[in-house]
């Protein structure tokens, strides 16, 4: 009986413990939702107690209060009233971009062209009266018995009553039609009816070989682009020819690309297919291809239609264990006290600067009149010809040369995205322009983003620790404006970043991303691309990037010097025992450029130097010529060489920089009949150079040449990323100032070993409140996208 008890008690006891750790978990997980809703219920009160971040929204007016700038685009206004008045000239037999063709009159394009640089500056700094505002118009004449491209000016706005020719410096008008950009009308036609015609002829070969067609095709479908432009300093003088890539009709078809090409020559008015490429053969047309398909006489090719799916190589969406694994969220940008930039209209001032920003339609961003602490340092600065440089086995990729100015690159930069493309924090600014298939006038939402950002680098800073060397610390964050549009240029995307510093330094960057452009691989393109997955390669190709810069150093008379870095070999003296063996060192020398020719740079290792613009007329309190240093971080050699097939059309690219006199009558670099006139190139930049001026204070144009050379590897699929891509060049003043001028910044922080209460450490915010606490205002940026997507994509 003694052993039962004893058993039962025991059981008691275990039945207690249990409860008691069952009660002591219980409190412990009430504790912990207690202290969650707590935690909770705090954000929420400090949320609702906390108020929104200011907006600051009071300086931005994109307006401009209903005036424009002497360096303003075109305005709306302005282009409806442009177009009533071409379409009013009976003479030019205009029609309207719904009738559009090669055999008809049509507007292909217009902007402003700004007066002479002379009469801006009188009057900007002079009082004297606002030149009066004019447009450049691209004409194509179709309907003359001898078709010719026309440019005219048209103004004054803004009601316009007068037009006459423009004229370009060394060349006759008007332009030869054959130098026509294929534009849409065209374009379209030209696929219509070769897609067509190929599917009504090639139908079976279609279908067994890659397994679609062109037209009445559902969701397995071929596509062709326009690829390879062929000018007439490749066909011997007689024509120039286009050809057609075929691709398979997925995401992203670029990727996809079917071993199918169809060429076609131009000449002025005409269209003649004339040779068929299928997987490496050519034939001289689709009826020649078909007999001999259908006779076996030829090697045939089966690429089947992909498969349509998501994780498909070519798709771009996200794949893959994501990261982090916790879904957090990135960071985001905050503005505790509004905007500390404002604009009006297209002028931006920020800090120590104020510029005007507009969008060129055929060579994209532009910047006038750049000025640092009320002082203009730069009159121009902008974009002038992006081009690609394509090489290969075949023929195609032989004479793949593309100008993108061909297809406007102002009118390809389209609308900005917040978050990934800029800060939601940005503001965005609209572009409005006139183009071939403009019946109203076209405008492109978020063409431009303007943000302030922290660029997570010091702009300077020194942390001084031991006590017999004086501790202190001081450093600023290296914060910045910057402007930033970006070119959807077929498959590659351009991001344009004009950057000003609170130091006086500009910086212009341009990072490449978008799809490579791919083809069939064969074992003969191992020296042009690597093999990238199961039948493409990516071929080597060359971007280059050509850039204005008309620099105006304290005014209009400067110098472009050299400051040279050479080796020196000099006495060891007394710290050697032998003195007269010689220690090696540097030094540099100036070299004054006099004349344009001398002033062409072509990089060399070898001869290392500084760049300089100055102006002698101006000294430091120390002597020097107050200047800025153009250090340029994004060159590359042109590997083709001079007087080559199509090199003349860029014959910019020579020359990493090259510094000319200003002139009106050589305004670009480049035209957008570039792609066609390698023969007898409209504007030709070397001409620029050999009349030989003198340059010595003189009003001084700098143009620059970023590039690189782009071998493709798999990693660049599904699509470029822009790390290790991006290419720049900086403008940096160079003894300009007598110290940093960022020593005025507010943003930098001081820390002493001790203050002087007596606190164990002093800390200098300047008269900066760092503690806030608000809510940033960020946008939906669904809603926005869902608000603006007539503007993301033109076909809803």
Known sequence: MAENDSHEHQSQLRRLRYVIMG????????????????????????????????????????????????????????????????????????????????????????????????????????????????????????DKAEPIIEEYIVGPFPEPSDIRVFRRKGRQTPIPFDYLPVSGPIRGSIVREVSEKADSILGELLSESFGATFTKCADKCLVFRFHTTVPRVISGGEYREVCLWGFHFL??????????????????????????????????????????????????????????????????????????????????????????????GRHVSYMDWQFHFKMSVQFGPQLFDIKFRGERLVYELSLQEISVFYSGNSPILKFANFLDSIGLVGASSNALVPGPDCPETATFVDFSYLREDSVNVKTTRNAFCIFELNTGVPLRRHHSYWLFLGQMYEGVS?????????????????????????????????????????????????????????????????????????????????????????????????????????????????????????????????????????????????????????????????????????????????????????????????????????????????????????????DLVAWITLGTHHIPHTEDLPIVTTVGMSLDFFLLPFNYFNEDPAMSSADAIRVDPYDKHGERIGIERYGVDNSFRCVPNQMDVDEELKKKSDSYFGYL
């Open 478 to 698: 290296d914060v910045a404006l910057t402007l930033r549009t970006i070119a959807n240029i077929a498959n590659y995307d351009y991001i344009f970043d004009f950057v000003f510093h609170q130091n006086g330094a500009i910086e212009v960057k341009v990072s490449p991303t978008g799809y490579i452009a791919s083809f069939p691989y064969t074992s003969l393109d191992s020296e042009y691309g690597f093999r990238l997955h199961d039948v493409i390669a990516g071929p080597i190709h060359h971007h280059l990037f050509h850039f204005k810069a008309d620099l105006d150093i304290k005014g209009t008379d400067n110098r472009f010097e050299t400051l040279d870095v050479t080796e020196q070999k000099v006495p060891r003296g007394y710290f050697s025992k032998s003195s007269e063996q010689p220690h090696s060192q540097t030094k540099f020398v100036s070299s004054l450029k006099r004349t344009e020719t001398e002033s062409t740079y072509k990089f060399n290792f070898s001869t290392p130097k500084y760049l300089l613009f100055t102006n002698d007329k101006t000294k430091s309190k120390y002597g020097n010529s107050k200047g800025y240093r153009l250090l340029t971080r994004g060159i590359s050699k042109q590997m083709v060489a001079e007087g080559f097939g199509n090199e003349p059309m860029i014959s910019w690219a020579r020359y990493q920089v090259a510094v000319t006199r200003q002139k009106d009558d050589e305004r670009e670099s480049s035209s957008i009949y570039g792609s066609w006139d390698a023969n007898d190139p409209v504007v030709r930049f070397q001409d620029f150079i050999d009349d030989d001026e003198d340059i010595v204070d003189q």
């Open 23 to 142: 009660l002591v978990v219980l409190s412990l997980f009430l504790v912990a939702l207690l202290i969650v809703i707590y935690a909770t219920m705090d954000k929420k009160v400090h949320a609702r107690s906390a108020p929104n971040c200011p907006t600051g929204n009071n300086n931005i007016n994109l307006n401009g209060g209903g005036h424009t700038s002497v360096f303003s685009g075109l305005t709306k206004e302005e282009i409806v009233a442009l177009q009533k008045y071409l379409y009013s000239k009976s003479d030019l037999n205009l029609v309207q971009p719904s009738e559009a063709n090669i055999n008809t009159s049509y507007i292909f394009t217009a902007d402003i062209h700004l007066p002479r640089k002379q009469d801006v500056l009188g009057h900007l700094d002079h009082g004297e009266p606002k030149p009066r505002r004019e447009a450049l118009v691209v004409i194509f004449r179709g």
């Open 251 to 344: 995401e992203y078809f670029i990727l996809n690309p079917i071993n199918l090409f169809v060429c076609i020559k131009t000449m002025n008015q005409t269209f003649i297919l004339n040779r068929v490429i299928y997987h490496g053969q050519s034939f001289t047309s689709f009826e020649d291809l078909i007999e001999k398909y259908r006779r076996g006489d030829i090697q045939k090719l089966s690429l089947p239609f992909p498969v349509d799916d998501p994780s498909y190589f070519s798709v771009l969406k996200r794949r893959g264990p994501p990261l982090p694994d916790n879904r957090q969220r990135p960071p985001r940008q905050v503005e505790p006290d509004g905007k500390r930039y404002s604009i009006n």
